[in-house]
């Protein structure tokens, strides 16, 4: 119980070289220092070897990615975690669209729905877990992939705009008709 009420600076996370604050730190500056990367699973050699020894781990998927990687392989490994995200977002705007003329489209928006939760929740712990090699975030984002490639919405659905045009009638032009417009119709202008 006193860990729990115990709320004061000795946090290992924060302070000295064993948290993840420092290895976070580490990782970054070995980033910087060759943005081209160091190799796959070599920050627990390259931290051992430059601190105390004792091989650690890099404690987020970021840092890992990004020392291990380099810059191009941080950034890629980024962009497809947007891109799948983004891509299973609009794709669920579009199951709903087409909710009630579609058989198939409430399970879509379903399986979307599902699959941005997954992504979601690990990508946010692998910021604070070594898992950047771990089979079930490629898992994630595969299943990702070929729910988005054996999609059984047409792709017609796709390049028309997400939100619907309001139908041309004298009310919906006053409803959207400019300010000045409106201001000068009551100075009887």
Known sequence: MGRFTNFSAD???????AG????????????????????ISSFPLYFGEMNDGRERAAHSIWVQHGMELGVAGLVTFATLCAFMI?????????????G????????????????????????????????????????????AAAALLGSPL??????????PALPDSPVNRR???PQ????SQVLGK
């Open 100 to 143: 009630g003329q579609l058989a198939g489209a409430r399970e879509e928006e379903a399986l979307a729905s599902h699959l941005i939760a997954c992504l979601a929740a690990l990508l946010v712990a692998g910021t604070f877990l070594s898992i950047a090699y771990s089979p079930i975030l490629y898992m994630a984002i595969g299943v």
């Open 11 to 17: 946090d290992y996370n924060i302070e000295g070289n």
């Open 175 to 177: 409803r959207v008709a």
């Open 86 to 98: 983004r891509t299973l977002y609009r794709h669920r705007q579009v199951a709903i669209r087409l």
């Open 154 to 163: 047409p792709e017609s659905a796709f390049s028309r705009t997400d939100e």
């Open 20 to 39: 993840r604050w420092y290895f976070w730190k580490q990782g970054m500056v070995w980033m910087l220092k060759r943005p081209w990367g160091w190799g």
């Open 180 to 183: 000045w417009t409106r201001q």
